[in-house]
């Protein structure tokens, strides 16, 4: 019996100069919980948003930055040869928030 | 108490074992099982009040890797340490992987056994057999799930049975039937309820607690009361399989009418919040159900994580390129997280609502996982060594039992066999094994399981 996943998660982000924090998730389908980073609309990089609510990148290269909540979304256990899930994938689920340095 | 002869046998806690052997001895017309059962259905005995905890069983099918999860090795060479890192706990000198985020910051309230291994087949039933019962066995001489030894020995507490499995039994795991879900010996009354039904879907419903279409509940009422004469005369003539197909019969027909089964069963009194904590899965609705039903006043609920390991995301880390598939991805995105998020919540309200200490939770698995990584970044069964842990009751929590070796391959400190991890299970539940008995084959008396409890475990 595959898992199923009910509802819809989501959770909104504060921006506190480079501090963002995220509200607790409805819909929480339990997965894994990220933050996604992005400057100048690169993806630069990602880190585990489970455990706090709260985040703040620590690269200040001079750039516009644009951080989001992402949870993955499981939808099949089909993966490539390299071991890596081909449908299942993340998703985002806040709004994002932008600063610049 | 009840007095046989001269004898005193404390009902409370079932039969012990002394009083047993010395009414025994007195002859035949002494103390049978069957009569100590129609005492008790006389009234003589309220066995309903035993003062014991519950349990709340997770069971992680397919089995975690020892080294990837609980017991990390992150000096060992790659090929053994793997792809993930150990992360400090809010105990002293204890790590564990860095999917448990929430696990870490609760460590104090957890008791791992690190240095658990069995020396049977490396089969997922061989390990579900063991973890259930306390043996390994064949179809000839089948063992009785805990849960329906509990509910052998202490009865129902109410409406609602003794033994709940959640979402459904163990299917197809590889290697043949017996995965150690059944009442056995114990008989169809004693059977765990089976869920058979998914409470993460939104118009979940449990079959077994709907009326018929076109029956009322006076009706329902009517049917009841025509059984218990039916029952009456029955007792004259009754064999012990009839008397056994009637308490199972019973047993369904107390779900289908009462109200506090369905509302026992019914996830949408909960608030949506609370259901967000336990994760909007079937595994963290089961997960708040099994509070909820322990809540109801069921005795002991297992929570099957999969009934299968094939073809979907599981503990099964072979990453064999085909139906099992598993690799570090399921692990690091789904597994690890969704137990994370749902062992956690469960301990924390269980905590909230005072119930942590009436409640042992224990968290189960067939065996370890291969040391080595295979091949393909896998590993492959391995009953030589794994971790599994408690939570609740009376366990001294915030430490760890026994030790494996540099690459976690096999115990070197405190060797720890499952039946010792039940008779902790049943320690921890205030069972005294030494004297408690059941009913074994024929109805003799034997020991709940052959292993005592491991002390360092208890305040």
């Known amino acids: 019996m595959e898992q199923k996943f009910d509802a819809t998660p989501k959770a909104e982000l504060r921006l506190k100069g480079r501090q963002v924090t995220r509200t607790d998730v409805t819909g929480d389908w339990g997965l894994q919980l990220r933050w996604v980073v992005k400057r100048d609309g690169k993806e630069v990089a990602t880190a585990p948003a489970r455990a706090e609510h709260t985040y703040v990148h620590p690269d200040t290269t001079p750039g516009t930055y644009e951080i989001v909540l992402e949870q993955f979304k499981y939808m099949n256990y089909a993966k490539n040869p390299q071991g890596e899930y081909t449908q299942s994938k993340f998703v985002a689920i806040s709004n994002a928030v932008t600063y610049t340095i | 108490m009840l007095n046989i002869g001269n004898e005193k046998v404390p009902l409370c806690e079932g039969l012990s074992r002394r009083s047993f ?308 991805a399921d692990y690091e995105r789904f597994l690890c997280p969704q137990f994370d998020w749902a062992f956690t919540a469960l301990i924390s309200d269980l905590a909230d609502r005072g119930m942590l200490e009436e409640t042992v939770v224990a968290v189960f698995s067939e065996f370890g996982r291969t040391p080595r990584l295979n091949g393909k970044s896998g590993r492959d069964h391995y009953p030589n060594a794994w971790t599994n842990f408690f939570a609740g009751g009376n366990f001294r929590t915030g430490q760890v039992i026994g030790a494996t070796d540099k690459i976690g391959s096999r115990p070197v400190d405190t060797p720890i066999e499952p039946p010792q991890m039940l008779a902790s299970l049943y320690h921890g539940m205030g069972i005294n094994l030494d004297a408690t008995m059941m009913p074994g084959p024929g109805d003799r008396p034997v020991r709940m399981v052959e292993a005592e409890p491991i002390k360092q475990l208890f305040k």
């Open chain 2, 21 to 328: 052997l010395t009414v025994g001895a007195a002859g035949a017309g002494a103390l049978a099982l069957p009569t100590f059962f129609r005492l008790q259905q006389a009234g003589a005995a309220d066995v309903n009040k035993a003062k014991i905890r519950n349990c709340i069983t997770l069971f992680l099918v397919g089995s975690p890797g020892q080294v990837d999860t609980w017991d990390m090795k992150p000096d060992a060479p790659a090929e053994v340490r793997g792809k993930f890192k150990p992360i400090k706990t809010n105990v002293n000198g204890i790590q564990i992987c860095e999917h448990f985020p929430l696990m870490a910051k609760m460590m104090d309230k957890v008791a791992l056994v690190r240095s658990l291994h069995h020396k049977t087949g490396a089969t997922h039933e061989n390990g579900q057999r063991w973890m259930m019962t306390g043996h390994d066995f064949n179809a000839d001489n089948m063992k009785p799930h805990i849960g329906s030894v509990v509910s052998r020995v202490f009865g129902p507490k109410g409406d609602l049975p003794a033994n709940v499995i959640l979402p459904g039994p163990i299917g197809n795991t590889g290697a043949g039937p017996l995965h150690g879900q059944t009442a056995a010996h114990l008989g169809s009354a004693h059977e765990p309820f089976f869920l058979n039904a998914d409470p993460a879907l939104p118009k979940f419903k449990i079959g077994d607690l709907e009326a018929p279409a076109g029956e009322s509940q006076s009706r329902l009422d009517a049917r009841k009361r025509l059984l218990e004469q039916v029952d009456e005369l029955q007792k004259h003539t009754e064999t012990r399989a009839v008397g056994e197909h009637d308490a199972a019969y019973q047993r369904a027909f107390r779900l289908l009418t009462s109200p506090d089964a369905k509302k026992a069963f019914n996830l949408n009194e909960e608030p949506d919040k609370t259901r967000d904590r336990y994760g909007r899965n079937t595994f963290g609705q089961s997960c708040l159900m099994a509070r909820r039903l322990i809540e109801g006043g069921v005795r002991f609920v297992t929570v099957n994580h999969f009934d299968t390991v094939f073809g979907l995301s599981c503990w099964d880390m072979h990453a064999d390129g085909g139906g099992l598939n598993n690799t570090y």
